[in-house]
């Protein structure tokens, strides 16, 4: 199978760890959940702070972590998996009162010649509440503490908080800061924190997240 929504279509409806290959690469493993909606890839998951997500460039274009607990599945695979067709985005996330919140919006991820820059649509890019919205919509690299493509010209994001991300002002969005299992006291520290500004505001560190993808 090529991907977690072709294995639901051909009557998977086990989540759990398979072996897709998408067009044009080599075969591996990825993390399934199949919902009623079809099939997704988990493409990130923080739960409990095990794993440093504090990584290079290299480490988040391979992928680290627990394929069963926290994990990065790595740009470069995302990016095959959703090809030049694009597909959508599922974000999930948790706050430490029970509350959770579900987004899903269409996505379009560049390969490594574009620092896996995101593209998403101008009105989508303005219901996520980015900053720099342009009429064609948003094109946002990567970056990591060792490749810093943000759109800051003072400063180095993923160096002042935490993390791989697609920064662009730095404060935005951060699912792969630090996991904190309490709120800093420290302003410096709670800044370097997983956040997601429009939901729980910049200085709530949230205690759970799940990216998933599925192809167009
Ligand atoms: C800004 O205003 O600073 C930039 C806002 C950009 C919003 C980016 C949201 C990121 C969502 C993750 C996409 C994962 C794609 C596979």
Known sequence: PRDCQELFEDGERQSGLFRIQPRGSPPFLVNCKMMSDG????IQRRQDGSV???????????GFGDPQGEFWLGLEKVHLILGGRGGRLAVQ?????????????PVHLGGEDTAYSLQLTAPVAS??????VMPSGLSLPFSTWDQDHDLRGDKNCAKSLSGGWWFGTCGHSNLNGQYFHSIPRQRQQRKKGIFW??????????QAT???IQPT
Do not use: C, H, V
């Open 197 to 206: 500004k429009t939901w729980r505001g910049r200085y709530y560190p949230l």
């Open 127 to 132: 219901k996520l509440g980015a900053t720099t």
């Open 52 to 62: 440093d997500f504090n990584q290079p460039w290299e480490a988040y274009k391979a």
């Open 39 to 42: 099939g997704w890839t988990i």
């Open 210 to 212: 799940t990216m998933l």
């Open 93 to 105: 996330l948790q706050d430490w009162e029970g509350n959770a919140e579900s987004l899903q919006f």
